[in-house]
């Protein structure tokens, strides 16, 4: 991997990014940040209606019917500004133990985000079945504990060296 963010760094299109970083890599980042808070946040209403703390005059479908879409919107969005992240720094993300895990816990939440959103039954009345159930109501805290692992994780790309010897960063330089 270290090749290869070191010969990413030499390419192009990383070069375009780095001479324009004074506006674009800050940019990129604010935008990043933003659909974070789009996922959490629809993430939230989402958690609040399983755990019938707020929402209950709607059923969870509706719900679930309301915020999903900004879900995956914003997801697609991290994943545009990500690949831009990855391709201005390569080797201050690629060649980064947080960064890995962050990507770990990504690939986790987004499948338990797909088969909580999109893998329970259509009907109404299955759906309310399923908010009664502990595990269900588990399933949804962990969901929102992976996303908000995800956020720290990210945080922690700019402070590596935190992890010791874990990191590959360290190693390299």
């Known amino acids: 991997m270290n090749s290869f963010a070191h010969w990413l760094s030499t390419t192009s299109p990383s070069h375009a990014f780095r001479v324009h970083e004074s506006w674009l890599i800050p940019g990129v980042q604010s935008i990043h940040i933003v659909g974070i808070a ?4 629809s993430l939230f209403m989402i958690l609040l209606r399983i755990l019938g703390w707020a ?3 709607q059923t969870l479908r509706q719900t679930t019917d309301r ?21 201005a720094e390569p ?18 939440g987004t499948t338990l985000a797909a088969i909580f959103l999109y893998g329970f ?14 595990t269900f ?7 929102f504990v992976i996303f908000l692992c995800i956020i720290v994780l990210g945080r922690l790309i700019a402070y590596d060296h935190i992890w010791g010897s874990w990191s590959p960063a360290r190693q390299e330089f």
């Open 38 to 41: 789009v996922i959490m946040g």
């Open 137 to 143: 109501k588990s399933l949804a805290i962990v969901t």
């Open 91 to 108: 080797v201050r993300e690629l060649i980064n133990f947080s960064f890995w895990a962050k990507m770990v816990f990504v690939a986790i």
């Open 55 to 57: 929402g209950t005059d």
């Open 121 to 134: 039954p259509n009907r109404e009345q299955q759906w309310d079945r399923f908010v009664n159930r502990r």
């Open 67 to 87: 915020f999903a879409p900004w879900i995956f919107g914003a997801l697609g969005l991290q994943l545009v500004t990500g690949i831009v992240m990855i391709v």
